[in-house]
């Protein structure tokens, strides 16, 4: 079949627009927009199979079109990112016989961010008798995310998760075990059984090598070209479909284009446009925003979750923040200084000048209050001037009583790793004093828009792993990341590519002298150009510095209009600044990680303004997005159903005005309730 | 803190490199390596001088992305703890500090104190993998291993490839590296189906591309994963296993 050629497939997945017979619902922000936010609401259709959700998932399978083995090599699949999405997809397509060209901007594919995860991964396996299931998964799953995300997936989700822990284990993962042999489990928050598998606290670690591992064997084989220190810049679409990308190679400066029949981002979150976050430093949402400027919707980018024990900032020239793991709550108290600014060290501080705010205010839950809850009420110590810290913007986590209690020797067995940790990274004993700690920006929920089988709004685009939307609504379950990633990876897109392919048919690639790709150089070589020849002074990471501030402040743990509002008026005059005084040292044909840096920071500067638009847009709370304005009588988030059922994905026209296109939401087998963890 | 800098310039693969000497007036006990070379990165752009380009990502010691020499040392002076883990509170009275690359010849020089360590791929490439298919592997409760196997491979993988060992071994010998590798996948039921085919193909690499082990054990005292010198010695056990055996397992 010839591009020209349109199977009514293709025809079916074209960028959805407004049909004329919508129903239309104004929001009641979308009028504070006037003209950035359209008010009409086109509806998009997720392509879930009708019927029972939890048989939707493989009846879509046996659906799907197939390409036979001797025909696949005929097919050139470009995935970007190496992660354990993008590994794991990049292999599985390889095994299977396709093409794949595999991109990283790291020097190897293990160093992919996936390898930073700790605590474990979760998969529906059931084979304790403490009443786990496939609907209890999609239950805890849907409800952690406050009602935002779509349940059919979550059914694969936990479907697949069975054999990810299978096939992760068999290619060199050595997952915990019991002394009878058998995989061991843990909990993990938001959860009443035990269905968590882990390698130590280096989960991650152990999945992303084990999936760059076998990720080298297909280079070996031939199946997977590898090309590292290759960022991508920009998304190819011709002929009203993903055929290819843009690179930079980042050791000779070389723009190039790579055609392929499909195109799979898998390139992670976003929460690095906070500046201080436990993201990786190379951690950026460029090949997301470029798809998304290239037709791709962006879905819920406010939706981000914090983490309530991340290490504060401590000294300005901090470049991150670290995560500590949050079973530390199960025995350190969290408290605060009555008097804000009280200038005496903790131990000094007398018990009746204490305020264990949480036990307080919760006192059901105390310290181990829901992830958004602790968030939320640290920032309001902070916020009101009773922060600790030698910048004042952290609380205390303390082990005094539980040391006197269970003495120094349980707690160090229970956190003994942690505390080194701790010790290592701020100079201060925790056995001694107390840890502090603040909300950290952490994961993203939000992503590119993709329907049932991972296709963006853009056909032949596909998404995986934390650069998408899928899974975890407003909120997402600690371990829950990994299986996503791996699901999405190695279990998902070697089936729904596949059908796209045998859909497409294996026409010829894109020509590199196409007037498409031929404009994509071109605009990614003037920008580079542009910042080489910038006349200003600032380095780009000291305005990434200063959006991180902005973001924290007006669109954090909690947000209101009127913070959002100013936050919004401030980043476009931060971005005008950044356009006319950035400074880009040296040249293109080298490593330039001041290049680098400058091209990301430029397209976090556009992405924090739809984060901020669809937060202003969003009148509601759900999850990890709340809105100072909307919460019931007892302080907590007031979700309303009836308007906001729905995810938002938005588009953003090439002059930069959003907007708002809505999938709705229904829920056949958890049913809409109150989030109640008290 | 003033301390005083002096870090390896080096324009590109073919240019010779040489010592600069700076120095970083506003250091704080508090940072790490890394964030020093972030403030001295700000004052040279202000000094109009292009900015010392070095690798960094996860900053938390598990990708093994970051790695320095200070003063001959991989990593810096705290023992088997990553360069973004080295804190100056912990170097002691120091006012001065020689910063240059990861140095190797298996590991040649991009730029300033980035380096080439796509030899480390070649390595597992060859073979530190295991052969199976996606979606065919059998219920991992029905492989038994024993919780002292599964606790001992995971010493072995927790390396993060950071190639310190290399850069530490006045052979430049892969041992380390390699050899975890060989231990971490005999120890697993699937990865001993081709043990003795897995150790003759990083064998072969390790002989093409790095030098030979003289069992110094200076890559031991530089890891930032802690991995054991047990695995040098995996590393000479599994290849005459395998050479003697001659057989894929």
């Known amino acids: ?678 | 803190m003033r301390i005083e800098l002096e870090v390896w310039r080096q324009d590109g693969p073919q240019d010779r490199g040489r010592f600069e000497q700076y120095v970083v007036v506003d250091a704080t006990p508090e940072m790490s390596l890394l964030e020093l070379l972030d403030r001295l990165n700000d004052q040279l752009v202000e000094q109009g001088i292009e900015p010392v380009q070095f690798e960094s990502d996860c900053r938390e010691g598990v990708c093994g992305a970051c790695g320095v020499t200070v003063d001959d040392r991989p990593h810096g002076p705290v023992p088997k703890t990553p360069s973004c883990r080295q804190h100056l509170r912990a170097f002691g009275d120091v006012s001065r500090l020689r910063i240059e690359p990861l140095r190797s010849a298996a590991f040649p020089v991009i730029r300033d104190l980035v380096v080439d360590r796509t030899a480390l791929d070649r390595v597992i490439w060859a073979g530190g993998f295991v052969d199976v298919e996606t979606g065919t592997a059998p219920d991992a409760d029905d492989v038994l291993i024993t919780h002292d196997d599964a606790e001992q491979a995971l010493d072995f993988a927790a390396c993060i490839g950071c190639g310190a060992c290399v850069a530490a071994c006045p052979n430049g010998a892969a041992h380390l590296f390699a050899g975890a590798k060989l231990a971490h996948l005999a120890l697993l039921p699937h990865g001993r189906l081709e043990r003795g085919r897995r150790a003759r193909a990083l064998g072969q690499v390790l002989d093409d591309e790095f030098g030979p082990c003289s069992s110094y054990g200076e890559c031991v005292e530089v890891c930032p994963a802690g991995i054991p010198l047990a695995a040098v010695a995996a590393m000479h056990r599994e290849r005459l296993r395998g050479l003697f055996r001659g057989k894929a397992d």
């Open chain 1, 1 to 678: 079949m010839t591009t020209g050629e349109r199977p009514g497939f293709l025809a079916r997945r074209r960028r959805p627009t407004a049909p004329a017979s919508e129903p239309v619902r104004a929001s009641q922000s979308a009028t504070a927009f006037g003209a950035e936010v359209d008010s009409m609401a086109p509806q998009l259709d997720a392509h879930v199979p009708a019927g029972d959700p939890l048989t939707a998932w493989a009846r879509r399978c046996a659906e799907y079109r197939l390409v036979s083995p001797a025909n696949r090599r005929k097919f050139t699949v470009i995935v970007v990112g190496t992660g354990l999405a993008g590994g794991g997809a990049a292999a599985a397509l390889g095994e299977l016989g396709f093409q794949v060209d595999s991109f990283t901007f790291h020097d190897a594919p293990r160093r992919a961010h996936s390898v930073a995860a700790q605590g474990g991964i979760n998969a529906a396996r059931a084979r304790k008798v403490d009443g786990d299931s496939i609907v209890r998964f999609v239950t805890d799953t849907i409800k952690g995310g406050d009602f935002r995300g779509r349940e059919a997936d979550v059914v694969r989700l936990a479907t697949e998760s069975a054999r990810v822990i299978d096939h992760l284990q068999a290619i060199g993962a050595p997952f915990a075990r019991e002394y009878g042999g058998q995989l061991a489990t843990r909990s993990f928050g938001g959860v009443q059984v035990s269905r968590t598998y882990y390698t130590r606290g280096q989960t991650g670690q152990q999945l992303e090598v084990a999936t760059a591992q076998a990720l080298l064997r297909q280079v070996q084989r031939g199946t997977v070209r590898l090309h590292t220190r290759s960022e991508m810049l920009d998304l190819v679409v011709a002929d009203g479909r993903a055929q290819g990308i843009v690179t930079r190679n980042l050791v000779t400066g070389e723009v190039e284009f790579h055609a392929g029949h499909a195109v799979v981002l898998a390139t992670g979150g976003y929460g690095s446009v906070y500046f201080h976050s436990t993201l990786a430093m190379n951690s950026n949402a460029t090949a997301t925003w470029r798809a998304h400027r290239r037709g791709a919707l962006f879905a819920s980018p406010s939706f981000v979750q914090f983490h309530p024990t991340a290490l504060p900032v401590s000294s300005h020239w901090q470049s991150k923040t670290t995560l500590m793991s949050e079973s530390l709550r199960n025995d350190g108290r969290i408290w605060v200084p009555k008097q804000g600014g009280d200038p005496r060290p903790a131990n000094q501080i007398p018990e009746d000048e204490r305020d264990y705010y949480l036990e307080r205010r919760y006192p059901a839950y105390g310290n181990l209050t829901p992830r958004d809850v602790a968030s939320r009420a640290a920032r309001d110590e902070i916020e009101s001037g009773r922060g600790v810290g030698p910048l004042r913007n952290s609380v205390y986590l303390d082990f005094r009583d539980a040391i006197a209690r269970l003495g120094k020797a349980v707690i160090a067995e229970r956190y003994g790793n942690l505390f080194d940790m701790y010790h290592d990274a701020t100079g201060e004993d925790p056995y001694v004093e107390p840890m502090r700690i603040a909300p950290g920006a952490h994961f993203t929920m939000g992503g590119l828009w993709s329907d049932f089988d991972m296709m963006t709004s853009v056909p032949g685009l596909f998404v995986a792993g934390e650069a998408g939307n899928g899974y975890h609504g407003a909120n997402r379950l600690g371990a829950n990341s990994l299986l996503s990633a791996c699901v999405d990876g190695w279990f998902t897109l070697p089936h729904s590519v596949p059908n796209w392919l045998a859909r497409l048919g294996s026409g010829p690639l894109l020509a590199p002298d196409a007037p498409e790709p031929q404009a994509s150089i071109t605009a990614v070589n003037e920008r580079v150009g542009w910042f080489l020849a910038s006349a200003g002074s600032v380095r780009p990471v000291a305005f990434h510095r200063r959006l991180g501030a902005l973001l924290y402040a007006g669109c954090g743990v909690s947000r209101s209009a009127a913070t959002l509002g100013d936050t919004l008026d401030q980043i476009r005059e931060l971005r005008a600044e950044f356009w006319r005084e950035v400074k880009v040292d040296g040249r293109a044909g080298q490593i330039n990680q001041e290049l680098e840096k400058a091209g990301r920071v430029a397209d976090f500067l556009e992405l924090a303004e739809l984060m901020v638009v669809d937060a202003l847009d969003r009148t509601e709370s759900c999850g990890a997005h709340f809105r100072a304005e909307f919460v019931l009588p007892d302080g907590e988030a007031r979700r309303d159903d009836a308007h906001w059922a729905n995810v938002s994905a938005w588009e953003t026209t090439p002059d930069g005005a959003h907007r708002r296109h809505s999938e709705p939401l229904t829920f056949q087998l958890v049913p809409l309730q109150v989030r109640d963890y008290r």
